[in-house]
């Protein structure tokens, strides 16, 4: 897993499309009306029967300011105490949800996100996760990956010294960029210093992990000015970096309306910003995981790459299987065996949901078994850059070429092109191809003829 990536200028103009990153598969995207609360019940108590692992995730929506480029759910306000009547929903949902699961289903997996979880106070911060605690089997010897989301701006060493006591060991800290007219560009304001401070709160208190979100593609961004905001991020020496792609839609997240088209680089700034990005994380000692995701060598990340057990889900890499995904909040998803689910994404809907006893799922889908055989297709994809035609054949019971027929021609295309080396036994990404994986990965999507590219925008 320690082949170089291999930038080619002419590979990534042809295959970056607009498509999902395959967090997850189905997308989103393709989940439908119809769901109902019974639906997910079932799936939780097959669950339960099962004795499977379990993953959360909690969706804290409130911000305090809005930045323009968020394609969050969130709701802008500066009165904390309207997080109260979300709270108390938010208890709901977990009492009704934990009451079809078995006390011996460990949650191995814990995420908070937002918005910004830390726009809660110390006190409710606290009563949340004891309220986990209450609902859930969570573990007490740090062993679990128990993350969560931090805005800088929004925290203090006393919040980091909470978030430590109440069982977090890995954080995530959302920077962007550094550069002050960026972040005057997109109406987040934060200075190199805040940044340090809560790095340095994680590092004393013994966090596992601490991850930077940066975002290429802002308004006002150069090639230039985003290299001095990598280099000063490199020089915090973060265990995870992540680089995501600035999608500008809109149309769907009108925030973004306050951002001038003319201030977005162009096409091939915003990949000459990438690539340089990509050579000086590799040169800093990171190693590429995939899709935007760097980790220094002795990270779980890259430890997991090398020995082959690397997972993608809906919050990204992962050392290990996820298990049972619950979403607990606003938008939330869950993937709960093969029900898949999200929740409304309207706060009033939703609390209204869980005020009447009734779990507030939306849209969702009951995944097919070419579902399951083409999801594990794009996991292997994904994780490690090869995939063996007969482990396919042996656990589905097919024949791999007869399958997968109709992609046939396109993989050859992707072979003569340089992206991936295709044999009678499998397919092999090439350096060149790594930065496009997500394309290798559309090749094998069932969904992709009903993709609407209006939802996405260019994976690079």
Known sequence: MSDP???DAGLIRRYDKAGPRYTAYPSPAQYADGVVPADLVTALQESRVAGRPLSLYVH?????????????TKIITKDRSRAQPYLQALEREIELTS?????????????????????????????LVDRLRDAFTLHEDDTADYSIEIDPREADWPTIGLLRELGFNRVSFGVQDLDPEVQRAINRLQ???????????ARALAFRSVNIDLI???????????????????EMNPDRLTLYSYAHLPDLFLPQRKISLAELPDSDSRLEIYRSSFAQLLAAGYRHIGMGQFALPDDSLGNAQEIGTLARGLQGYISGEEGDLIGLGVSAISQVGDFHCRNTGDIKLYQQSLEQNRLALHRGLKCSADDRL???VINELLCRYQLRFADIEQRFGIDFAIYFADCLGMLEQLHRDGVIHLSVT??????????LIASVCRMFDAYQHVVDRGRYAQIL
């Open 374 to 376: 083409r999801r594990v």
């Open 191 to 201: 200075s190199l210093e805040q940044t340090q401070a809560v790095m340095d709160a």
């Open 5 to 7: 990536v291999r930038w």
């Open 216 to 234: 290429y593609g802002l308004p006002r961004q150069t090639p230039d000015s985003f290299a001095r905001t990598l280099a000063s991020v490199i």
């Open 99 to 127: 009451h079809h699961l078995s006390r011996a289903q460990r949650v191995e997996r814990l995420h908070i996100g937002g918005g910004t979880p830390t726009f809660l106070g110390h006190d409710d911060l606290r009563r």
């Open 60 to 72: 804290i929506p409130f911000c305090a300011n809005v930045c323009y480029y968020c394609a969050c």
């Open 426 to 435: 499998g397919i092999e990404v090439l350096p060149a191809g790594r930065p």
